[in-house]
């Protein structure tokens, strides 16, 4: 049985990828902060792990908690927007909450997590955004969140040749209906998580350290 670990799963992308995970015979094991989280991955036959990953002290138990295992696959889920633009400087507390949540969790997590893909010579994806694409950037809408998700993408790349035995992508989920995606996004989190699922699943080892769009295709950084 593969097994694998999703960060950010109480709701939107991350709970429908518990779904369809446990549903295709997977052991899941998925991370939420609240007790209403717990409850809707405990619902769908995940194992729920407590963690803030912008709270050091929570997200520094990872490993603790997951002693011993291989996971085939782990998802960094867990993000935040901000829609400040260039012409708004960010609040500390808007600065703090963006890059701890997408950034400094992640560099958390990583080194916590990968020896257990490499174990398992699985995947690590981190859900980074074609926001944070430099060559796709046009304007400053949403500037901290792209910012936010560029140094996110930095942080696969600088990991990926410290775990050569994973293979880790920074994965674009499409424009999803969650509460972040809102209602008039074009994707179903139904459909962009069975497309993220196909192409997670044919992530090659040419395609390790890369920036993917859910249909497998490759953004420029
Ligand atoms: N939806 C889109 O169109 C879209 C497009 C591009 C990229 N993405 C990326 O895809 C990922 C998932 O997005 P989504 O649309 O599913 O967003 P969402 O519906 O807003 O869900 C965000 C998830 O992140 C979790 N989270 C936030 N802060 C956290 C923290 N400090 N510690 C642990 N978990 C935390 C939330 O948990 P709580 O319930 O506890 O807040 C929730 O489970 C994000 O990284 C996002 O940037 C989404």
């Known amino acids: 049985m593969s097994t694998a670990l999703i960060i950010g799963a109480s709701r939107g992308i991350g709970l429908e990828l518990v779904r369809q995970y446990v549903a295709d015979g997977w052991r899941v094991m998925a991370t939420a ?27 520094s138990a990872l490993a603790w908690m997951l002693d011993g295992e291989k996971l085939d696959l782990a998802l960094y889920v867990a993000g935040v927007m901000d829609r400040n633009s260039a012409h708004t400087p960010p609040t500390q507390d808007a600065f703090d909450r963006v890059m701890h949540t997408n950034v400094m969790g992640a560099m958390m ?98 395609q390790a350290g890369q920036f993917l769009s859910y249909d497998g295709s490759t953004i420029p950084w």
């Not at 990583?110 to 944070?132: H, N, T, Y």
């Not at 060559?135 to 560029?150: E, F, M, N, V, W």
């Open 33 to 59: 902060r609240d007790d209403a989280g717990r409850d809707r991955i405990q619902a769908l036959g995940a194992q729920c792990l407590r963690v803030d990953v912008a709270n050091p002290s929570s997200v």
């Open 109 to 206: 997590v990583i080194p916590q997590v990968a020896p257990m893909v490499e174990a398992a010579e699985g995947v690590l994806a981190c859900l980074s955004s074609v926001m944070g694409s430099l060559q796709g950037t046009h304007s400053s809408d949403a500037a901290l969140y792209r910012i936010s998700k560029t140094a996110l993408n930095m942080v696969v790349r600088t990991s990926q040749p410290e775990y050569p035995r994973a293979r880790m992508v920074a994965l674009h989920p499409g424009w999803v209906q969650t509460d972040m995606g809102g209602a008039h996004a074009t994707l179903t989190a139904a459909h962009a998580v069975t497309r993220l699922r196909h192409t997670l699943a044919h992530i090659t080892p040419a």
